[in-house]
Protein backbone atom coordinates (compact mmCIF):
# COMPACT_ATOMS: atom_id res chain seq x y z
CA UNK A 1 0.00 0.00 0.00
CA UNK A 2 1.48 3.09 -0.77
CA UNK A 3 1.46 5.75 1.66
CA UNK A 4 2.35 9.80 0.98
CA UNK A 5 2.98 11.76 3.99
CA UNK A 6 3.46 15.56 3.99
CA UNK A 7 4.58 17.90 6.35
CA UNK A 8 5.67 21.31 6.93
CA UNK A 9 2.62 23.44 5.79
CA UNK A 10 1.34 26.67 7.65
CA UNK A 11 1.43 30.36 7.95
CA UNK A 12 3.59 32.34 6.48
CA UNK A 13 4.24 36.06 5.96
CA UNK A 14 4.44 37.41 2.48
CA UNK A 15 8.64 37.40 1.78
CA UNK A 16 8.83 34.50 4.37
CA UNK A 17 9.96 30.62 3.76
CA UNK A 18 8.74 27.34 4.42
CA UNK A 19 9.98 24.02 3.60
CA UNK A 20 7.49 20.88 2.68
CA UNK A 21 8.42 17.71 2.71
CA UNK A 22 6.87 13.92 1.55
CA UNK A 23 7.66 10.77 2.67
CA UNK A 24 6.89 7.89 0.62
CA UNK A 25 6.35 4.17 1.28
CA UNK A 26 5.14 1.17 -0.25
CA UNK A 27 6.54 2.17 -3.65
CA UNK A 28 9.90 2.02 -5.56
CA UNK A 29 10.83 5.76 -4.68
CA UNK A 30 14.10 6.09 -6.64
CA UNK A 31 12.68 5.19 -9.61
CA UNK A 32 9.87 7.35 -9.30
CA UNK A 33 9.26 10.63 -10.89
CA UNK A 34 7.64 12.92 -7.69
CA UNK A 35 6.26 16.56 -7.44
CA UNK A 36 4.50 19.05 -5.65
CA UNK A 37 1.12 20.28 -6.99
CA UNK A 38 -1.15 23.19 -4.93
CA UNK A 39 -4.52 23.75 -5.43
CA UNK A 40 -6.20 27.44 -4.50
CA UNK A 41 -9.47 27.88 -3.70
CA UNK A 42 -12.10 28.11 -6.46
CA UNK A 43 -8.93 27.45 -8.97
CA UNK A 44 -7.54 24.03 -10.76
CA UNK A 45 -4.67 22.15 -9.09
CA UNK A 46 -1.45 23.16 -10.91
CA UNK A 47 1.59 21.86 -11.01
CA UNK A 48 4.43 23.50 -8.69
CA UNK A 49 8.01 21.67 -9.26
CA UNK A 50 8.80 18.23 -10.06
CA UNK A 51 11.89 15.88 -10.35
CA UNK A 52 12.03 13.30 -12.35
CA UNK A 53 14.11 9.92 -11.18
CA UNK A 54 17.24 11.54 -12.84
CA UNK A 55 17.38 14.47 -11.15
CA UNK A 56 15.41 17.22 -13.55
CA UNK A 57 13.39 19.65 -12.44
CA UNK A 58 10.66 21.60 -13.59
CA UNK A 59 9.02 24.47 -12.31
CA UNK A 60 5.95 26.46 -12.74
CA UNK A 61 6.48 29.89 -14.22
CA UNK A 62 5.12 31.45 -11.37
CA UNK A 63 7.44 30.06 -8.85
CA UNK A 64 11.06 29.97 -10.91
CA UNK A 65 13.47 31.66 -9.00
CA UNK A 66 11.97 30.70 -5.43
CA UNK A 67 11.13 27.69 -4.96
CA UNK A 68 13.42 24.63 -4.78
CA UNK A 69 12.50 21.20 -5.15
CA UNK A 70 14.76 18.27 -3.81
CA UNK A 71 14.57 14.45 -3.19
CA UNK A 72 16.61 12.20 -0.83
CA UNK A 73 16.09 8.56 -2.43
CA UNK A 74 17.61 7.22 0.88
CA UNK A 75 14.90 8.42 2.64
CA UNK A 76 12.13 7.78 0.31
CA UNK A 77 11.92 12.15 0.68
CA UNK A 78 10.56 14.80 -1.62
CA UNK A 79 11.18 18.60 -0.14
CA UNK A 80 9.87 21.82 -1.66
CA UNK A 81 12.03 24.98 0.24
CA UNK A 82 9.70 28.15 -0.68
CA UNK A 83 10.98 31.40 -0.35
CA UNK A 84 10.35 35.24 -1.14
CA UNK A 85 6.40 33.97 -0.24
CA UNK A 86 3.93 35.85 -1.83
CA UNK A 87 0.02 36.04 -0.77
CA UNK A 88 -0.92 34.21 -4.36
CA UNK A 89 0.88 31.04 -3.19
CA UNK A 90 -2.04 30.45 -0.65
CA UNK A 91 -2.87 26.82 -1.42
CA UNK A 92 -3.06 23.58 -0.47
CA UNK A 93 -0.29 22.12 -1.40
CA UNK A 94 -0.01 18.07 -2.69
CA UNK A 95 3.10 15.25 -2.84
CA UNK A 96 2.68 13.39 -6.38
CA UNK A 97 4.46 10.05 -6.71
CA UNK A 98 4.18 8.38 -10.40
CA UNK A 99 6.01 5.14 -11.17
CA UNK A 100 4.95 4.20 -14.91
CA UNK A 101 1.48 4.64 -15.28
CA UNK A 102 0.49 5.07 -11.90
CA UNK A 103 0.48 7.67 -9.62
CA UNK A 104 -0.34 8.86 -6.40
CA UNK A 105 -1.18 11.69 -3.99
CA UNK A 106 -0.63 12.80 -0.26
CA UNK A 107 -3.55 14.37 1.32
CA UNK A 108 -2.47 17.38 1.03
CA UNK A 109 -0.72 20.32 3.61
CA UNK A 110 -2.00 23.84 3.65
CA UNK A 111 0.27 27.00 2.89
CA UNK A 112 -1.22 30.52 3.68
CA UNK A 113 0.75 33.65 3.17
CA UNK A 114 -0.31 36.53 5.21
CA UNK A 115 0.33 39.72 3.32
Known amino acids: QVQLVESGGGLAQAGGSLRLSCVASGIAFSFSRVGWYRQAPGKQRELVAQITSGGSTNYADSVKGRFTISRDNAKDTVSLQMSSLKPEDTAVYYC?????????WGQGTQVTVSS
Open 96 to 104: NVGVLVDTY
